[in-house]
């Protein structure tokens, strides 16, 4: 299981070696699945951004927070949601009522500059009209050009204080991200290893999920959080 964001590219430049470390396992017929918590493009985008940076990848390839999402709000008979997510996001919800309307559900990603206050208010309004808290993951930061950038993290917690409800996580470095993304791969937990660049999300939440981890020195990797841990 390989992260994306930090492991194979930061911003729009791919991090060097990655690219031959993907096609080193196609050739060597090692299975494997980008499993990360990017939730401002669908899957589909997130497949045509890899091209546009030389990666082939089918979309079969990639495991993504937000369709993690999905299947779970499936699996939990679900149907209505209130969406806090980017627009090119909703793809990835085909199927669902998307609405603000006593949804069952309020789903909460990575806006970015969309968190405004409005947003963040309509979507505590649902929870107090009895919908469910769902984290598409709560990532507390990301890298980007510019440097450190908030992520979803801060803005559930913010929902979760207001609204005195805790959110479902189903991202990761959830164990039930983990278990799907292993079926998918049809292979027991024994026999896979998380790689990322993420301590919190990749590392500790692969091996609390029983897998092997492997950390990178690349994206938000820093000395400090290893002693940390």
């Not at 990761?172 to 799907?180: E, G, T």
Request: proline content about 3%; hydrophobic content about 45%; cysteine-free.
């Amino acid at each position: 299981m390989i992260d994306l964001d930090g492991t194979v590219y930061v911003g729009r430049d791919l991090i060097p070696g990655s690219s031959e470390a993907i096609e080193r396992l196609r050739a060597a017929g090692v299975p494997f699945l980008f499993t990360t918590n990017t939730s401002r493009m669908s899957r589909l985008d997130i497949v045509a951004s890899l091209g546009s940076l030389g990666l082939r990848v089918d979309s079969s390839e990639v495991f993504s927070a937000p369709v993690a999402a999905a299947r779970w709000l499936r699996d939990e008979g679900v149907r209505r949601i209130h969406l806090l997510v980017a627009d090119s996001t909703r793809a990835d919800f085909a199927g669902f009522e998307i609405t603000d309307d006593r949804p069952d559900a309020v789903l909460v990603g990575d806006l970015g500059a969309g968190f405004t206050f409005e947003r963040l208010n309509s979507g505590f309004r649902s929870l107090r009209a009895g919908a469910r808290l769902v984290a598409i993951h709560r990532n507390r930061f990301w890298l980007t050009e510019a440097g450190p950038t908030l992520d979803a993290g801060p803005f559930v917690a913010a929902l979760e204080y207001a609204s005195q409800k805790q959110a479902t996580l189903v991202g990761k470095p959830s164990p039930a991200f983990f278990d799907a993304a292993s079926s998918l791969l049809g292979i027991r937990r024994e026999g896979l290893a998380v790689v990322g660049d993420d301590l919190e999300t990749d590392v500790l939440g692969g091996r609390a999920a029983g897998l092997s981890t492997i950390q990178v020195r690349t994206g938000k990797f820093d000395e400090t959080m290893l002693e940390e841990a």
